[in-house]
């Protein structure tokens, strides 16, 4: 079972990683033309230094707090946070008390693990009907806030 689920999380990862990118999303959220993904890729950045060596750990080896991808390696964990930042239009501060990754005061990082299950439980009954998955952007479309109806 713990198998399966691992290779189900690190599925899901692969596709949502794949999936999420659009044309105005890679536009739009370049370190450059976005203060938020240039604040993102200051953070990530400075994580990335502290994993010298443990890239490939698995995320709640190096990370504490780590209550969802447990198994996927470090390195893609920190990359699956850039992208739930870039498909919510969002920086790090959002989810995280700046400095405190591990900090669960703010509720949007509890709301981000009822989404993975969601989008998880929603890829998993497409995949039996043999149709294309969702991925955050799907709703959130860059926005924190996805619309409640067609624009």
């Known amino acids: ?5 691992t290779f189900l999380t690190i599925a899901f990862l692969a596709l949502w990683l794949a ?5 105005k999303a890679s536009a739009t959220t370049t370190p450059g033309s976005n203060p938020l993904a240039a604040d993102r890729a200051k953070a990530l950045n400075s994580l990335k230094k502290s994993l010298a060596g443990k890239e490939n750990w698995p995320a709640d080896s190096v ?5 969802m991808l447990k198994k996927v390696p470090a390195h893609l964990f920190l990359s699956a946070m850039d992208k739930w930042g870039e498909a919510l239009g969002v920086g790090c501060d959002h989810c995280h008390v700046p400095n405190e ?3 669960e005061v703010k509720p949007e990082k509890e709301t981000t693990r009822q989404m993975i299950t969601l989008v998880n439980k929603i890829n998993a009954d497409l995949r039996e009907l043999d149709l294309q998955g969702v991925s955050c952007y799907t709703c959130h479309r ?3 806030d996805p619309a409640r109806k067609a624009k």
């Open 101 to 103: 990754w591990a900090s």
């Open 142 to 144: 860059g926005e924190a």
């Open 63 to 67: 990370f504490t707090q780590v209550k």
């Open 1 to 5: 079972m713990k198998t399966s689920l």
């Open 19 to 23: 999936d999420c990118s659009s044309p």
